[in-house]
T-cell receptor, first 109, second 112 residues
Framework: RKEVEQDPGPFNVPEGATVAFNCTYS??????FFWYRQDCRKEPKLLMS???SGNEDGRFTAQLNRASQYISLLIRDSKLSDSATYLC??????????FGTGTRLKVLA | EAGVAQSPRYKIIEKRQSVAFWCNPI?????LYWYQQILGQGPKLLIQ????????DSQLPKDRFSAERLKGVDSTLKIQPAKLEDSAVYLC??????????FGQGTRLTVV
């Protein structure tokens, strides 16, 4: 299994839809995970952390499944402005983090 | 609060030429990262500094790439000589130590 793996997409969804992405990781000892958002031709920006108990921020929910070694990001009531690439970040050593290749989301009017 | 500053924003060079990128991290951030992002891929870590010491440079092509952070603040990344496959966006990021890294706008390098 790769250190971190994401479905590149694109996920094309209508406005208002709910969409979920998964990100699998190989290091079972990993503790901290993150989701970043990257708009076209822009730098990645931290979207949210992923805690063992899950994390919710408005329309966004991040969850961790340690048994199956994946993290997920759920977006409810999708907006056009949610169109972006979503990168998962997995720890790999002391203060070393690996980025996934990203999942591209297109929200359609 | 000022963000991570990078320059230049864009650079076009011929293969075999040299190029250097500069990064000024957020004030107080001890950890500085250089990433290479090729179109359609996620950022790939090239080198990580903790203050002015190298923590990880395992994926830095050391025959042509070099980086330094002499005073533990700003940093430069150099490529000499450049190859066509070095065309990418070079992102600098800084953090207080965790993955909550803040990125600069990047330098888009085109090698022709």
């Amino acid at each position: 299994r790769k250190e971190v793996e994401q479905d590149p997409g694109p996920f094309n969804v209508p406005e208002g839809a709910t969409v979920a992405f998964n990100c699998t990781y190989s290091n079972s000892a990993s503790q901290s995970f993150f989701w970043y958002r990257q708009d076209c031709r822009k730098e990645p920006k931290l979207l949210m952390s992923v805690y063992s108990s899950g994390n919710e921020d408005g329309r966004f929910t991040a969850q961790l499944n340690r048994a199956s070694q994946y993290i997920s990001l759920l977006i409810r009531d999708s907006k056009l402005s949610d169109s972006a690439t979503y990168l998962c970040v997995v720890p790999s050593g002391t203060y070393k983090y690996i980025f996934g290749t990203g999942t591209r989301l297109k929200v359609l009017a | 609060e000022a963000g991570v500053a990078q320059s230049p924003r864009y650079k076009i060079i011929e293969k075999r030429q040299s190029v250097a990128f500069w990064c000024n991290p957020i004030s107080g951030h001890a950890t500085l990262y250089w990433y290479q992002q090729i179109l359609g891929q996620g950022p790939k870590l090239l080198i990580q500094f903790q203050n002015n010491g190298v923590v990880d440079d395992s994926q830095l092509p050391k025959d042509r790439f070099s980086a330094e952070r002499l005073k533990g603040v700003d940093s430069t990344l150099k490529i000499q000589p450049a190859k066509l496959e070095d065309s990418a966006v070079y992102l600098c990021a800084s953090s207080l130590g965790g993955a909550k890294a803040f990125f600069g706008q990047g330098t888009r390098l085109t090698v022709v």
